[in-house]
C-alpha cells in the first residue's frame, strides 16, 4: 500500500494503519531527535510527542510536500523545544583522528567493528548542534540538500556549508574510511517497539 494510501486511510478512521508510519519513521525520527538534543535523554518522549501531533493535526497535512517533511518538522520543533527547556553544552570539542584511536585500541589489538561505531557516534556527538543535525540528515538518513534546508529552515547553501564544516571537524579522514560501514544511533529492539506500543495506545484512546 502506498503511503498517501495509508494516510488516506488513516484521515477515514483507520488508526491502525497509524502504525505502519511509526515502524517506517521511527529509525529516522530518532536519529534526528538525537542529532539536535544530544543525548539520549527524552527521546522517546519528543517521538511519541511528534507522531501524536501528527495524528492530531493529520487533517491539516495537504500533500504540498512529503510527509515525511511534514512530519520532521514537527519533531525539530518539538526537540528544539526540550532542547531550550533543559539547555545542555553543546560545545565542539576539536578532534584529532589518531588520538581517538589510539586511546581505544592496544598495540596489539585492531578496532573491532562496534568499537569504530562508538567512537564515530562520540565524534559525532562532540559536533555542535547545527553542524551535527545537517550531518545526520545528509549522510546518515541520506535526506537531500533540498529536503534538508526545508526541515531545518535555511538555505541549501547553507546546507552545503554546515556539511563541509561538520565534516572538517570529523576529519575526513575517520568519515571517509567508517561512514559507509558502520549502521550508526540504531533504534530497534525493545525501545523502538516501546515507542510503537505508546503511541498506538494513546492514539486509540483519541
Known amino acids: 500500500m502506498e503511503e498517501e494510501e495509508i494516510i488516506d486511510q488513516i484521515k477515514n478512521g483507520n488508526k491502525s494503519l497509524y502504525g505502519l508510519l511509526i515502524q517506517k519513521y521511527n529509525q529516522r525520527l530518532y536519529r534526528i531527535a538525537r542529532a ?6 527524552d527521546l522517546e518522549d519528543i517521538m511519541q510527542e511528534t507522531y501524536i501531533k501528527a495524528y492530531q493535526n493529520l487533517a491539516q497535512f495537504r500533500k504540498e510536500s512529503q510527509f515525511s ?14 532542547l531550550s527547556m533543559k539547555r545542555q553544552d553543546l560545545s565542539s570539542i576539536p578532534l584529532d583522528t589518531e588520538d581517538i584511536i ?3 585500541k592496544s598495540p596489539d589489538l585492531s578496532l573491532t567493528n562496534e568499537e569504530l561505531k562508538i567512537i564515530l557516534e562520540k565524534a559525532i556527538d562532540h559536533l555542535p548542534e547545527n553542524l551535527r ?7 546518515i538518513e541520506q535526506l537531500s540538500v533540498h529536503e534538508t534546508a526545508l526541515n531545518l529552515g535555511i538555505s541549501e547553501e547553507n546546507v552545503k556549508t554546515r556539511l563541509h564544516r ?15 560501514d558502520v549502521d550508526l544511533f540504531r533504534f530497534a529492539g525493545s525501545r523502538c517497539e516501546g515507542v510503537f506500543m505508546a503511541v498506538m495506545s494513546q492514539i486509540n484512546q483519541l
Open 36 to 41: 539536535i538534543v544530544g543525548k539520549d535523554a
Open 69 to 82: 517533511t511534514w512530519l520532521i518538522r514537527i519533531l525539530i520543533n518539538n526537540a528544539n523545544a526540550t
Open 102 to 104: 589510539d586511546h581505544h
Open 133 to 139: 543535525s545537517v550531518f545526520v540528515m545528509r549522510e
Open 166 to 180: 561538520a565534516k572538517s571537524s570529523l576529519k575526513e579522514e575517520l568519515y571517509s574510511k567508517f561512514k559507509m
